[in-house]
């Protein structure tokens, strides 16, 4: 768990560092935009804004009840953010595992992907699927009837 918050950390401290600076040397204005900007970054590579991670083996467990997809992602993926967002709310609709949080997670994934830990990895119906396209993904969310 520790991983995953490291880089959201040293950015809010590095961006309130830097604002300190620009605010000490007068530029109000600046030193803010500058904050927004780092504690933007820090947000989008939080895991705070994922839904929240069950292991491997419940996701797999779940998923084969009700056939929904297990999506295997890391705090920082440029890769696993751009999937988060394009599904918006139906995200939740999937399960989701933090490889970093969890070792049998990141096992499943490196057996997908011939030894690599490739996030997103997607599995649907038990077949793996390597960083899909959002839109795909979202189709498996919601099969039409």
């Known amino acids: 768990m520790k991983r995953a918050r490291i880089l959201p950390l040293l950015l ?5 560092a830097a604002a300190t600076g620009l605010l ?5 204005g600046a030193a803010a935009a500058l904050l927004l900007v780092f504690l933007l970054l ?7 804004i994922f839904p929240s991670s069950i292991d491997a083996l419940e996701a797999q467990r779940r998923s084969a ?4 997809p297990i999506v295997f992602w890391r705090p920082g993926c440029p890769y696993c953010l751009r999937l988060r967002i394009r599904l918006g709310r139906s995200a939740r ?9 969890d070792p049998a997670g990141a096992a499943a994934v490196r057996a997908a992907n011939d030894g690599n830990e490739t ?3 997607v599995i649907v119906a038990g077949q793996p699927h390597t960083n899909p396209d959002p839109a795909w993904v ?8």
């Not at 809010?12 to 309130?16: D, E, I, Q």
């Not at 000490?24 to 109000?28: A, E, I, V, Y």
């Not at 820090?42 to 705070?48: D, E, F, H, M, T």
Request: aromatic share 10%; net charge positive.
């Open 93 to 101: 609709q999937a399960y989701w595992v933090d490889i970093w949080r």
């Open 138 to 145: 979202r189709e498996r969310l919601f099969p039409s009837a």
């Open 24 to 28: 000490l040397s007068g530029s109000p």
């Open 119 to 121: 996030v997103p990895t």
């Open 42 to 48: 820090a947000g989008a590579n939080s895991p705070l």
């Open 65 to 68: 009840a009700d056939g929904r």
């Open 12 to 16: 809010v401290l590095g961006g309130s």
